[in-house]
């Protein structure tokens, strides 16, 4: 009846079939990617709260907010916390 051509069904399970295949590929891809470049990234780049604190505690004695004594005592302060 058909002469082995498929159905409507035949059609659909088709198409549902590649559109898993490639959605299946394209996911497969990404992650891929994505755990490759997940090894490649540099922490040191990032500042760590110490490395901020003091650069926020020299631009305030730069702009003449605070005296030196007072910055050198902040300073010793953040060193001895970090530091323990």
Do not use: C
Request: proline share 4%; net charge negative; glycine share 10%.
């Amino acid at each position: 009846m058909y002469h082995n051509d498929p159905s409507g069904w035949g059609y659909a399970l088709m198409f549902v079939g590649m559109a898993l295949f490639w959605g299946l590929l394209i996911v497969g891809i990404v992650a891929m990617i994505r755990y490759l470049g997940h090894g490649m990234q540099t922490p040191h780049n990032v500042p760590s709260a110490r490395d901020a604190a003091e650069k926020v505690l020299a631009e305030r004695f730069a702009r003449g907010e605070i005296d030196e004594a007072e910055y050198r005592t902040r300073l010793a302060t953040l060193r001895a916390e970090t530091a323990s």
